[in-house]
């Protein structure tokens, strides 16, 4: 399935005009099968379908700076991101305290 997705075959996603990301649509899902002669079964149509809209959600989600990473959804703690976020604050804290010190 994977294969399918890959770089030269269905892709993950498409993205209109305005750079705007949206999932792969079933008419592309069976008009690649059709191209390719890759016949799918039911099931497999709704898995790319399913990866696809994760893909998006998981892409959408990893914009936001201010939140964990997809990726690191179950371990935020490790998160290279969560820990820049941290350094900055501290740095910014760090700076004010000084400022008003001094």
């Given at each position: 399935?994977?294969?399918?997705?890959?770089?030269?075959?269905?892709?993950?996603?498409?993205?209109?005009?305005?750079?705007?990301?949206?999932?792969?649509?079933?008419?592309?899902?069976?008009?690649?099968?059709?191209?390719?002669?890759?016949?799918?079964?039911p099931w497999e149509a709704r898995?790319?379908?399913?990866?696809?809209?994760?893909?998006?959600?998981?892409?959408?989600?990893?914009?936001?700076?201010?939140?964990?990473?997809?990726?690191?959804?179950?371990?935020?703690?490790?998160?290279?991101?969560?820990?820049?976020?941290?350094?900055?604050?501290?740095?910014?804290?760090?700076?004010?305290?000084?400022?008003?010190?001094?």
């Amino acid at each position: 399935m994977l294969e399918m997705m890959a770089q030269e075959g269905l892709s993950w996603c498409q993205f209109d005009a305005m750079g705007n990301i949206k999932p792969v649509p079933w008419s592309e899902i069976a008009a690649f099968s059709q191209a390719s002669g890759v016949e799918l079964e039911p099931w497999e149509a709704r898995q790319l379908r399913e990866m696809s809209v994760s893909y998006v959600f998981g892409y959408i989600a990893g914009r936001n700076p201010m939140t964990v990473s997809p990726a690191f959804k179950d371990n935020p703690d490790e998160d290279p991101g969560v820990a820049l976020e941290r350094q900055r604050v501290s740095n910014s804290l760090e700076t004010a305290l000084s400022a008003m010190a001094g």
